[in-house]
């Protein structure tokens, strides 16, 4: 029983924010922003769209929506949030209104912003308020991002089709985009560049692995 609860208490300890707490961060000035109820959208540059998604920590979001086919790259940062230039330590309070969020860059002839929200659906525990596993607080909390009327009918149909499938309340929050603010450098790409990180090891592989499961159609072909 004593060896039980040892494994327990490690597997606490290995969240996303204490994981990341041995990394260097940087300080910005932060100052209050107004909040807008019409969405911001980002136009198509190059034939690449954007799409912004929360749900847990970003470093498993991140490479999650780098194994689909069509997805050109997913940058970490933070979204959702009051406060301008956000750091990962002040959003970790849970006072800037941040969570951790992701953009990410797709070729829309090759995949869909509907296909984006099944993958943000089949890729978390949707149930879960304000946290994913272990990582918990307002900063994990699980939201998506609309850029149009046309993108929030999307999501809020597919939302109310989970719920009534699973007879559950769905916690992500579907919210007018305003701001993404790119994360420190020492994130991005986490998952590729620390392989065998404890975090990556006991949780981020794990849940990417469960992504692939359910949607291996599409995935890309090194997936």
């Not at 230039?85 to 970790?92: F, H, I, L």
């Not at 992701?102 to 978390?124: C, G, K």
């Not at 998506?144 to 699973?166: H, P, T, V, W």
Request: net charge positive; glycine share 6%; with cysteine.
């Amino acid at each position: 029983m004593k060896n039980l609860f040892a494994l327990v208490g490690i597997f606490v300890l290995l969240s996303c924010q204490n994981m990341a707490q041995t990394q260097k961060a940087t300080n910005h000035t932060q100052s209050n922003i107004e909040r807008n109820t019409e969405p911001i959208a980002v136009p198509i540059e190059n034939g690449k769209a954007r799409a912004y998604f929360a749900s847990g920590c970003f470093w498993c979001v991140e490479a999650i929506y780098e194994s689909v086919k069509g997805v050109d790259e997913s940058i970490s940062g933070y979204a959702g949030g009051h406060t301008k230039n956000p750091t990962y330590e002040a959003s970790n309070t849970g006072k800037t209104g941040h969570a951790e969020a992701v953009e990410v860059i797709y070729d829309p002839n090759i995949v869909s912003f509907e296909t984006l929200v099944d993958v943000y659906f089949a890729s978390q525990n949707v149930t879960q308020v304000n946290g994913q596993g272990n990582d918990r607080g307002s900063q994990y909390r699980s939201i998506i991002f609309y850029q149009n009327d046309k993108q929030k009918a999307i999501i809020s149909e597919k939302k109310n089709a989970l719920a009534k499938k699973l007879g559950k309340q769905i916690a992500a929050e579907i919210v007018p985009f305003q701001k993404f603010w790119v994360a420190e450098s020492y994130h991005q790409d986490f998952e590729k560049r620390h392989p065998n990180h404890r975090y990556i090891q006991a949780v981020s592989v794990p849940r990417l692995n469960r992504f692939k499961a359910k949607m291996p159609e599409v995935l890309k072909e090194s997936h």
